[in-house]
């Protein structure tokens, strides 16, 4: 079974500041994706950003890395230059991506991240 | 560029009675999903299907059905609602290939 911990119910951190949210992960098959996802208030789902689990080099997009730790099994979300926009509950998930999964995600508990002005 | 709808966003319903939350895609993708996410916490697997015809239960299916008869549509039937499905259910697909799960804007639903 696969399962995801994020150790934060809630982080701050000043607008324009660097801050990471943690996520340690757990699973015995070898072939896995890392994804994370923002939920603000409205609820939607925001896709932001992917690592899998034979990628040589940790993923950015934009503000967001992943700092992919493998042998920690650790795959924690940077975001750079914080903005007030950012302010919105985190969710790291895994998907196993063995054959016959059914490569459902797994989610964390997410972190609610506040940028303060 | 609808990709992953939702019908309704919000619904109330009373104890004991049924409904069925609607769900489309329209990018062709062979995986669909059904979560649940009760407040402040992640979202639950309730059913998942990896093509037409074929179907199977996730973390949480007590108290739900699904079918799947067409690649677009993927609809959860809740039978006999009770106070413990009160919670945000989001549907989500995936291609064939490995990669993110494109998610519907969710269905807010409140039994009382």
């Known amino acids: 079974a696969q399962k995801i911990t994020q150790t934060q119910p809630g982080m701050f951190v000043q607008e324009k500041e660097a801050v990471t949210l943690d996520c340690t992960y757990d699973t015995s098959d070898p072939s896995y994706g890392l994804f994370w996802y923002k939920q603000p208030s409205s609820g939607e789902m925001i896709f932001l950003i992917y690592q899998g689990s034979y990628d040589q080099q940790n993923a950015t997009e934009g503000r967001y890395s992943l700092n992919f730790q493998k042998a920690r099994k650790s795959a924690n979300l940077v975001i750079s230059a914080s903005q007030l926009g950012d302010s919105a509950m985190y969710f790291c998930?895994?998907?196993?991506?063995?054959?016959?999964?059914?490569?459902?995600?797994?989610f964390g508990s997410g972190t609610q991240l506040t940028v303060l002005p | 560029n609808a990709g992953v709808t939702q019908t309704p966003k919000f619904r109330i319903l009373k104890i004991g009675q049924s409904m069925t939350l609607q769900c489309t895609q329209d990018m062709n993708h062979n995986y669909m999903y059904w979560y649940r996410q009760d407040p402040g916490m992640g979202l639950k697997l309730i059913y998942y299907?990896?093509?037409?015809?074929?179907?199977d239960k996730g973390e949480v299916p007590n108290g739900y059905n699904v079918s799947r008869s067409t690649t677009e549509d993927f609809p959860l039937r809740l039978e006999l609602a009770a106070p413990s499905q009160t919670s945000v259910y989001f549907c989500?697909?995936?291609?064939?290939?490995?990669?993110?799960?494109?998610f519907g804007p969710g269905t807010r639903l409140t039994v009382t």
């Open positions: 998930a895994m998907r196993v991506i063995s054959s016959g999964s059914a490569r459902q995600l797994t």
């Open positions: 989500a697909s995936s291609p064939l290939k490995q990669g993110e799960q494109y």
């Open positions: 299907s990896v093509g037409a015809g074929i179907t």
